[in-house]
């Protein structure tokens, strides 16, 4: 069973960076699309960011500017650069994986961005 393990989360201060790492097991990560979403409380999961297998890029505009994703196909691993951070980026950020059909979730990290 494909396996994604995010890691790197943590509590900062508005203005902060961080590097989320999203760890794959079990599959070939450079045949999938990948992508980070988060979820802040009482709020629906959204889209962040995403990298297809040619490593074309796409930012939701809350995000734009600040945010970077980024794979290492040899490592099996996808990052997510986040820089200037906010109080609004506050929320559990998932890892996803697509591939004809499949569609595979990593269990969240979170993130808090607060002084």
């Known amino acids: 069973q494909v396996q994604l393990v995010e890691s790197g989360g943590g509590l900062v201060q508005p203005g902060g960076s961080l590097r989320l790492s999203c760890a794959a097991s079990?599959?070939?990560?450079?045949?999938?699309?990948m992508a980070w979403y988060r979820q802040a409380p009482g709020k629906q999961r959204e889209l962040v960011a995403i990298?297809?297998?040619?490593?074309?890029?796409n930012y939701a505009d809350a995000v734009k500017g600040r945010f970077t994703i980024s794979r290492d196909d040899a490592k099996n691993t996808v990052y997510l650069q986040m820089n200037s951070l906010k109080p609004e980026d506050t929320a559990v950020y998932y890892c996803?994986?697509?591939?004809?059909?499949?569609?595979?979730w990593g269990q969240g990290t979170q993130v808090t961005v607060s002084s």
């Open positions: 996803n994986a697509q591939r004809l059909g499949a569609n595979y």
């Open positions: 079990r599959m070939t990560l450079s045949l999938y699309g």
């Open positions: 990298i297809t297998s040619d490593k074309s890029t």
